[in-house]
T-cell receptor, first 111, second 115 residues
Framework: KNEVEQSPQNLTAQEGEFITINCSYS?????LHWLQQHPGGGIVSLFM?????KKHGRLIATINIQEKHSSLHITASHPRDSAVYIC?????????????WGAGTKLIIKP | GAGVSQSPSNKVTEKGKDVELRCDPI?????LYWYRQSLGQGLEFLIY????????KSGLPSDRFSAERTGGSVSTLTIQRTQQEDSAVYLC?????????????FGDGTRLSIL
């Protein structure tokens, strides 16, 4: 079982739709990242969360530490939102910490 | 402002050759990470540097891979005797440090192709 699971793996929606991407994890974490990877490969860090909710423009990220679950929401989606969205959790080992990556959700927004 | 800079942006080389990839982190960032992403795959953690501490090398796939970070700033990832399966985009990220919940800032990556 993967330690970080995202759903759905693929999502196609029409412009304007409300989008939700989910991330569940099984390890104890200190933070969770949402990242966006465009078709050209460039990666942008969207949010880093340790509790509650963050909002930036049309993007909203929430996390429930007790349930080990996070969601990324996109309101009024637009074709330029088409990208792969990746959830990554940060956890501490004995001497260091690592990020564990989800497999990503490929989002396509059709005009 | 200056972000994480990686060079070269693209590298094509023959199987068996050695390659060096460079990462200039954001000034003042003490943490530096290397990842790679193979075609159609997720991001794979390779190695993590934090200040002067011994690096976490747990993600390096084989002893052909090594990395250094000189003076706590620039890092070089070296792949010796490259193989075709080494073809991937190699990404570097830096963050302020491991204290607290610090976001990672990514470079644009080096696209490595092994012929």
């Amino acid at each position: 079982k993967n330690e970080v699971e995202q759903s759905p793996q693929n999502l196609t929606a029409q412009e304007g739709e409300f989008i939700t991407i989910n991330c569940s994890y099984s390890v104890g974490i200190s933070a969770l990242h949402w990242l966006q990877q465009h078709p050209g490969g460039g990666i942008v860090s969207l949010f880093m969360l340790s509790s509650g909710k963050k909002k930036h423009g049309r993007l909203i990220a929430t996390i429930n530490i007790q349930e080990k679950h996070s969601s990324l929401h996109i309101t009024a989606s637009h074709p330029r939102d088409s990208a792969v969205y990746i959830c990554a959790v940060k956890y501490v080992t004995d001497s260091n910490y690592q990020l564990i990556w989800g497999a990503g959700t490929k989002l396509i927004i059709k005009p | 402002g200056a972000g994480v800079s990686q060079s070269p942006s693209n590298k094509v080389t023959e199987k068996g050759k050695d390659v060096e990839l460079r990462c200039d982190p954001i000034s003042g960032h003490t943490a530096l990470y290397w990842y790679r992403q193979s075609l159609g795959q997720g991001l794979e953690f390779l190695i993590y540097f934090q200040g002067n501490s011994a690096p976490d090398k747990s993600g390096l796939p084989s002893d052909r891979f090594s990395a250094e970070r000189t003076g706590g700033s620039v890092s070089t990832l070296t792949i010796q005797r490259t193989q075709q399966e080494d073809s991937a985009v190699y990404l570097c990220a830096s963050s302020v440090g491991r204290q607290g919940n610090q976001p990672q800032h990514f470079g644009d990556g080096t696209r490595l192709s092994i012929l």
